[in-house]
């Protein structure tokens, strides 16, 4: 089950041909996105991934997004979903093709994958790999584009294919001087205590939706929660460590190159905060 919504509300055919072939979203991966979970025909956090889609498209220089426009397109996506309670819904920005000056726009809706209902059932395993910059890069090269979720994921997806071919199931990138940065698609947070802490965007990393929404809940409800720089023997010595994100929602990180991390007994507590 799929469901393809372009910007003006119309639906088109997902298993017809869409894009050009000298799209440079195709050609270079020039272009930006934000993967939204749907819940019961509703978008969780929509506005917020409006924002970071309008920060990212002006990280690569492309127009600002029309926001009405894309809540129309996701509006027509999910009244037209009718699989599973939970769809992802992901929102498509490319340049277009070269020399128009048109963007391609569009959101394409699926279902969850059974692999990341897995994880968030079992948690994961990760590997700390190095980013290959040190932390604070971004300010001094925003060229980079460091901090955008732009279409350039080559380097995220062969981070996690080496996880898996090392008998893991995600990655946690470390900065070249050793600081946590995040996960090849999720923020990092840890717990000591009753303190939430997660990596500032400053060191090198996507701001995380989902770990803002976390962060407000777990404030009203009393937590400490702390935007400051980790070291990795911050989250091996943690009361609990996720990933988290739109779709994943919380995983649990039970080990870190091998090393199992304590149970951690906030995961329940944490996850209700979320609603799953």
Known sequence: MRVL??????????????????????????????????????????DAHLERLARSAALLDLPEPD?????RCAAAACAAWDGPPEMVLKLVLTRGVDGTGVPTAFALG?????????????????LALDRGYEAGTG????????????????????????ARAHDADDVLFVSSDGWVLEAATASVVVA??????????????????????????????????????LRLDDVLSADGAWLVSSVR?????????????????????LRELLRL
Not at 27 to 35: I, K, N
């Open 67 to 71: 926001r009405a426009a894309w809540r």
């Open 249 to 269: 929602q919380l995983a649990l990180i039970r080990s870190v190159d091998g090393r199992p991390l304590r149970a951690s007994t906030h995961d329940a507590t």
């Open 110 to 126: 699926t279902p969850v994958p059974e692999l990341v209902l897995r994880q968030r059932r079992e948690g994961v395993r990760v």
């Open 192 to 229: 000591h205590g009753s303190v939430l802490r997660t990596p500032p965007a400053t060191a090198g990393l996507l701001p995380g939706t989902t770990q803002q929404q976390l962060f407000e809940a777990a404030e009203e409800a009393g937590w400490v929660t702390k935007v400051e720089p």
């Open 5 to 46: 919504a372009m910007l003006d509300g119309s639906l088109a055919d997902p298993d017809r041909p869409l894009l050009r072939a000298d799209d440079l979203g195709v050609q270079r991966g020039d272009g930006v996105f934000e993967t939204v979970l749907v819940v019961d025909g509703r978008p969780r956090k929509l």
């Open 139 to 162: 300010e001094r090269a925003p060229w980079l584009l460091i901090g955008a979720k732009s279409l350039s994921y080559a380097t995220n997806m062969a981070a996690q294919r080496y």
